[in-house]
């Protein structure tokens, strides 16, 4: 994800440093494909194939390393390009901690959605290509989808949900902030990120199905009976809010201090 290069993010004051900002969408919204495509394909196709008695499905496990494989993919792919974000609440977040130019917050967003998009789009012509009523199936089943309540695979509720965002969403972004920090090891931080995300994952796939990305709630719910919208607010308010109180607390507690 965010790159310790100072290249690849413009600092706000050097908005002419780094690739063209065209190169930095495009690497965004390709890298945020690639997260949707590979993890909630997974989840949709893999995760309990043939069905849910059948050990040969990935499972829990298999839908968490998805996630973070993605994001170790997609980060040494284009992370040298746009930073590696793929995930709205992470733009906001590095901009809060001063690591990327508030100026180009929503263009990375857009980018971010339209890529998710495009994943879950490409999902589901795969899908209803499948057996008599896959894709049926898959959409009354939430296609991915995240959610509490009935919609939690572990019937958790709401302030479950919502503390379960925010706090994880927190602890990705502190781990980004921290292993994208000029102070910090070069050449790891992809692998750190794309672990701290699997744990996530494998933390949190019982409580709300894992989101700590809005471009992937929305590009899942695109697809999901009406329900999924319904309750798309928690995956876009929670994460956006655990974002920015990692990146103020950064910025208090462990940013380096100018002499």
């Given at each position: 994800?965010?790159?310790?290069?100072?290249?690849?993010?413009p600092?706000?004051t050097?908005?002419?440093?780094?690739?063209?900002?065209v190169?930095?969408?495009g690497?965004?919204?390709l890298?945020?494909?690639i997260?949707?495509?590979?993890?909630?394909?997974?989840?949709?196709?893999a995760?309990?194939?043939?069905?849910?008695?059948?050990?040969?499905?990935?499972g829990?496990?298999?839908?968490?390393?998805?996630?973070?494989?993605t994001?170790?993919?997609?980060?040494?792919?284009?992370?040298?390009?746009?930073?590696?974000?793929?995930n709205?609440?992470v733009t906001?977040?590095?901009?809060?901690?001063?690591?990327?130019?508030?100026?180009?917050?929503?263009?990375?967003i857009?980018?971010?959605?339209?890529g998710?998009?495009?994943?879950?789009?490409?999902l589901?012509?795969i899908a209803?290509?499948?057996?008599?009523?896959?894709?049926?199936a898959?959409?009354?089943?939430?296609?991915?989808?995240?959610?509490?309540?009935?919609?939690?695979?572990g019937?958790?509720?709401l302030g479950?949900?919502?503390m379960?965002e925010?706090?994880?969403t927190?602890?990705?972004?502190?781990?980004?902030?921290?292993?994208t920090?000029?102070?910090?090891?070069a050449?790891?931080?992809a692998?750190?990120?794309g672990?701290?995300l699997?744990?996530?994952?494998?933390?949190?796939?019982?409580?709300?199905?894992?989101?700590?990305?809005p471009a992937?709630?929305?590009a899942?719910?695109?697809?999901?009976?009406?329900?999924?919208?319904?309750?798309?607010?928690?995956?876009?308010?929670?994460?956006i809010?655990?974002a920015?109180a990692?990146?103020?607390?950064?910025?208090?507690v462990?940013a380096?201090k100018?002499?």
């Amino acid at each position: 994800m965010a790159s310790r290069n100072t290249k690849t993010i413009p600092r706000p004051t050097d908005p002419g440093a780094g690739p063209a900002l065209v190169s930095r969408l495009g690497a965004e919204a390709l890298g945020t494909f690639i997260l949707v495509f590979g993890g909630v394909g997974t989840a949709l196709f893999a995760a309990s194939f043939p069905d849910p008695a059948n050990a040969v499905g990935v499972g829990f496990l298999g839908v968490s390393l998805a996630f973070g494989l993605t994001v170790v993919a997609g980060a040494y792919a284009f992370g040298h390009v746009s930073g590696g974000h793929f995930n709205p609440a992470v733009t906001i977040g590095l901009a809060v901690a001063g690591r990327f130019p508030a100026k180009d917050i929503a263009a990375y967003i857009g980018a971010q959605l339209v890529g998710g998009a495009a994943g879950s789009s490409v999902l589901a012509v795969i899908a209803a290509g499948g057996s008599d009523g896959f894709f049926t199936a898959a959409r009354a089943a939430g296609f991915a989808s995240n959610g509490f309540g009935d919609h939690s695979p572990g019937g958790f509720g709401l302030g479950s949900a919502l503390m379960t965002e925010f706090v994880l969403t927190a602890v990705f972004v502190l781990v980004i902030l921290g292993v994208t920090d000029r102070r910090a090891q070069a050449g790891f931080a992809a692998l750190a990120i794309g672990f701290s995300l699997t744990l996530i994952h494998l933390i949190s796939i019982p409580v709300t199905n894992t989101s700590v990305n809005p471009a992937r709630s929305i590009a899942t719910a695109l697809y999901a009976d009406n329900w999924a919208l319904g309750q798309l607010w928690v995956f876009i308010v929670a994460p956006i809010a655990g974002a920015i109180a990692a990146a103020a607390l950064y910025r208090v507690v462990f940013a380096a201090k100018t002499p």
